[in-house]
C-alpha cells in the first residue's frame, strides 16, 4: 500500500465526526483513496482492505488541500476580476475617446482638402466621409461589444467565485471531497481570457486616404500655398556655387576656396539647407530640377550633421533626412538608409514638395502630369528644413 499519511490500523477510524459509514465495513470514512479519488474506511484501507496498494490519505488532509486550492482560485477570480474591471474601466473608455477624436480629425482633414477643390469632387467628398463615418462607427461598435463581452465575464466570474465560496463554507470534509463541481467551475473559468490589445478597437486612420483626393490636393497646394524658399549661404558646400538670389545651387568638381568654414556649412557631400525651417502648418515649394541627373530634394531636421564624409552627413543615409532622389535613371525615396526605389520612366522637369505637418506627412508631386510620385506619413522630430544636394549641373527653387 502507498500512503501519503500515517498508515491506517483497526483502531485508527476515528475521523472529524459522525457522519456516512462505510457500506461495507460500518465503519467512519476518515481516509481518502487517491486511485479511486473517493472517502473510505480504514478497513478498506488497511493491508486486507480493497485499496491495498492505492495511494491513501487521510480524510481531513485531502479537504484541507482542497480547501487550499479553492483558496487560491478564489485569490486568482479576484485579481482577474480586478484587472477587467480596471480594463473596462480605463482602457475602453479611452479607446472610444481616442476613436472619437481621430475620427473628428480625420473628419476635419477631409472637409479642409477638399475645401480647396471642392467644385471637382462633390461625390469624393461624401464617400469619404462616409468612410469615415463608417469606421467611426466599426471602432465604436467593436468598443460595445467589448464592454458587453467582459461584462458577462464579469458576471460568470462573480458568479463562479460565489459558488465557490458557498462550498467553502457550507461543505463539510466528506461533501466537499466528494464535490466534483469544484473542478467544473475551476475549468470553465480558467476558460476566461484576459483582455489583449486589438487593432479592432482602433480607429484606422488609412480610411481617408485616396489617390484622387491626395492628387487634387497637391494639385491645390502647389497652385496656392507654394512659398519663397531661399538658401542659407552659411550652410553651402564648398562644391556648390549658389546664386545671387539664393535660389539655385550649381555642381562644381572642384572644391571652392572661397567659402569661408564654419559649423553650419557641409564640408564634403554637396549639400545646402534653406533659411527657413517648419515647425507646424502647410507648406509647400517647387523645384526645378531638368538640368540635372543627379540631385536629392527634401526636409532635414536642423540636428544633421555638417562635418565629414560619413553617412550621418549624407541625405537619405541617416535619420535626420527624407529625400526625393535621383541618379541617372534610377529614382528613390530615402531616409535613414533604406530606399525604396519608385518606377518612374522618365525624370521630372519640375519637383513639388508638400510638407502637412497637421498629419505628419510628407510628399512629393509632379506638376506637369499632376502625378504623386511619393508619399511618407511619419512623426517627424522638431523642426524642418528644405534640403538640397546637387552633383551633376543645376537646380534651381521655383517660387
Not at 22 to 50: D, M
Not at 72 to 98: F, H, M
Not at 163 to 176: E, K
Not at 188 to 196: K, N, S, T
Amino acid at each position: 500500500m502507498s500512503a501519503e499519511g500515517a498508515e491506517p490500523g483497526p483502531g485508527s477510524g476515528s475521523g472529524p465526526g459522525p457522519g456516512p459509514l462505510c457500506p461495507e465495513h460500518g465503519q467512519a470514512l476518515s481516509w481518502f483513496c487517491g486511485s479511486e479519488r473517493r472517502p473510505v474506511c480504514a478497513a478498506c484501507a488497511g493491508l486486507g482492505g480493497r485499496c491495498r496498494g492505492h495511494r491513501i490519505r487521510r480524510a481531513e488532509e485531502r479537504a484541507e488541500e482542497l480547501r487550499n486550492k479553492i483558496v487560491d482560485q478564489c485569490e486568482r477570480l479576484q485579481l482577474q476580476s480586478a484587472a477587467i474591471t480596471k480594463y473596462v474601466a480605463d482602457v475602453l473608455p479611452g479607446k472610444n475617446q481616442r476613436a472619437v477624436s481621430m475620427a473628428s480629425a480625420a473628419r476635419e482633414l477631409v472637409i479642409q482638402r477638399l475645401s480647396l477643390v471642392r467644385s471637382l469632387c462633390e461625390s469624393e467628398e461624401q464617400r469619404l466621409l462616409e468612410q469615415v463615418h463608417g469606421e467611426e462607427e466599426r471602432a465604436h461598435q467593436s468598443i460595445l461589444t467589448q464592454r458587453v463581452h467582459w461584462a458577462e465575464a464579469l458576471q460568470k466570474l462573480d458568479t463562479i467565485r460565489t459558488g465557490l465560496v458557498g462550498m467553502l463554507t457550507h461543505l463539510d470534509d466528506l461533501q466537499l471531497i466528494k464535490e466534483q463541481e469544484i473542478f467544473e467551475r475551476t475549468e470553465e473559468a480558467e476558460g476566461i481570457l484576459d483582455p489583449q490589445e486589438s487593432e479592432m478597437l482602433n480607429f484606422n486612420e488609412k480610411c481617408t486616404r485616396s489617390p484622387l483626393l491626395t492628387q487634387l490636393w497637391a494639385t491645390a497646394v502647389l497652385g496656392s500655398l507654394s512659398e519663397d524658399i531661399r538658401i542659407d549661404e552659411r550652410t553651402v558646400s564648398p562644391f556648390l556655387q549658389l546664386s545671387d538670389d539664393r535660389k539655385t545651387l550649381t555642381f562644381s568638381t572642384k572644391k571652392s576656396k572661397a567659402c569661408a568654414d564654419g559649423p553650419e556649412r557641409f564640408d564634403h557631400w554637396p549639400n545646402a539647407l534653406a533659411a527657413t525651417s517648419f515647425q507646424n502648418g502647410l507648406h509647400a515649394w517647387m523645384v526645378n530640377v531638368q538640368n540635372s541627373c543627379a540631385y536629392k530634394v527634401g526636409v532635414a531636421s536642423g540636428h544633421l550633421p555638417r562635418k565629414g564624409s560619413g553617412s550621418d552627413c549624407r541625405l537619405g543615409h541617416n535619420a535626420f533626412s527624407w529625400v526625393f532622389s535621383r541618379y541617372d535613371q534610377e529614382f528613390r525615396f530615402s531616409h535613414n538608409g533604406q530606399h525604396e526605389p519608385l518606377g518612374l520612366l522618365r525624370g521630372p522637369a519640375q519637383l513639388g514638395v508638400v510638407l502637412d505637418l497637421q498629419v505628419q506627412e510628407l510628399l512629393f508631386y509632379e506638376p506637369a502630369s499632376g502625378t504623386v510620385l511619393c508619399a511618407h506619413h511619419v512623426s517627424f522630430p522638431g523642426p524642418l528644413f528644405p534640403v538640397f544636394a546637387v552633383a551633376d549641373q543645376t537646380i534651381s527653387i521655383v517660387r
